[in-house]
Structures are given as C-alpha cells and as structure tokens.
C-alpha cells in the first residue's frame, strides 16, 4: 500500500501524516494511541483501501515524525486533528482512536458534530467525573500473547519507542486524575454513530463509567473482547471483523 507522507504547520505544530488518496466523500482517519504512530494502523489502513476508503493517518503531537511541544493538554490533541481535517478541506469523515487516540477523536466528535459521521473509539481510559475516586491502574502483567506482539511491533517500526516525547507520560496521568465533568456533559452532543471497543482483563475502561457513557452518547454500541488494551494489535481478526462491517455500512 502506498501512503502519501507529508508534514504541515498547525498553528505552529508540525504534525505528520499520511494519505491513501482516492475519490471517498468519507475519508477514514485513524489516530494511534500514546507512546505509538500511526504505523500502528498499517495492516487495518491497507485492508480500508482494498475496499476503495481513503485512509489518513495521523502522528500525534510528541508521537512519530510530529514534532515535539512544551505542552501536551489532550484538547490539543484533539485541536490538531480538527486543523488537519480543515487544511484537507475534509466535509465529513469516519474516524478511529485507539487510547488516547480515542479520547481525542471523541473531543473532535463532541466539537464538531457536523464533520464526524462515525467513530470507533477504542479502549479509551475515561475521564474522571466530579466526585470521582481517582482511578487505580491496571497491576495485571500482560500475557505472552500481548508481550509477543508488543515486542514485535517495536521491532518492525521501532521509530515510535525512539521518537515518543516521554515528558508526555506525567501530564497525560495528571489529566486522567483530574475531574473533567466538561468532557461528560457534552458526550450528548456526539451526533456520529459511536462503536466502543472494550477489552479485556489488562484494559483501561472503568465499567461503570462506560455503562454512563453508553447511555449517553445518542446513538453507541459497546463491543467487548477479551484481550487486553490494544485490540487491533493483539486481536487484529476480531477487531477488524467488528470494526469493517461498521465503517463500511450504508
């Protein structure tokens, strides 16, 4: 599969990204999680051009071939998507999030109704709501499974250990502790059909939020798997038998 590989200015940001190209009123973004890049989404990008989708794949802030910041606040991450899908003149799109990937497409999604048609939203950790505990970290040690494709991954693309901006790790752990009540309210103004994908034991997704807001988002499906927190790595067959069919329906 070949990707077009370019780099822009956003607000000041330099933020990388590949396209697919091609003739698709409804591009696919897809956005990778912390710590990764977009390569991450190589095998699921090449099966969506089979099937005639134009693909764009982003590097996030301090992810990739982006460039590095001095502040790394999850709305802007969610701001460079939106100045990417500006700059490409992007009318309405599907979109993908693995992790934080997902918790920024899910504030593109709440921001801006009218341009997101549908996102899937994978094992994202949400946010906390006012009077919330604060959230326990997962202590459960990946499988061999996990580890052999964690391992794996890193050897084909090992850019993404090199090039992540680890200055990120404890102001992303900071903003998950912090009530984000904002972020809740306006889950009920995501007007793109919604697929969450969940997994298993290792994975980030606090049930009982999750129940919230599966109820709140007007129209959202809930998948559960049962593997740990990167279902297109680890389970790479059930996610995209679960996530195709959804992206390419009428």
Not at 9 to 20: F, H, K, Q
Request: aromatic share 6%; hydrophobic share 40%; net charge negative.
């Amino acid at each position: 599969m070949e990707m077009t590989a370019t780099k822009v200015s956003l607000a000041g940001v330099t933020i990388s990204y590949r396209d697919s190209g091609g003739e698709d009123p409804h591009p696919v973004l897809l956005v990778h999680g912390m710590g990764g890049d977009g390569h991450t989404w190589d095998r699921f990008a090449a099966d969506l051009v089979h099937q005639g989708r134009r693909v764009i794949i982003a590097d996030l802030r301090g992810h990739g071939r982006s460039a590095h910041t001095s502040s790394y606040i999850f709305a802007e991450f969610a701001d460079d998507l939106h100045r990417l899908c500006d700059g490409l003149e992007l009318r309405e799109l599907d979109m993908v999030g693995h992790s934080l990937g997902g918790y920024a497409v899910s504030l593109l999604a709440q921001q801006r109704p009218d341009l997101v048609r549908r996102v899937v939203i994978e094992e994202c950790p949400l946010p906390r709501r006012t009077g919330d505990p604060i959230p326990m970290l997962s202590r459960r040690l990946p499988t061999w499974t996990e580890l052999w494709h964690a391992v794996t991954s890193a050897v084909r693309h090992p850019r993404a250990l090199i090039a992540f901006d680890r200055s990120m790790t404890t102001s992303a752990l900071q903003q998950f502790r912090q009530p984000n009540q904002q972020w809740w309210d306006q889950l009920a103004d995501i007007e793109a059909d919604t697929l969450i994908l969940v997994g298993g034991p290792g994975g980030m997704v606090d049930p009982v939020k999750l129940e919230i807001m599966h109820a709140a988002i007007p129209s959202c499906e809930v998948i559960r798997f049962k593997t740990g927190h990167s279902i297109h790595r680890d389970r790479y067959r059930d996610f995209a038998a679960a996530v195709m069919p959804f992206l390419m329906r009428d």
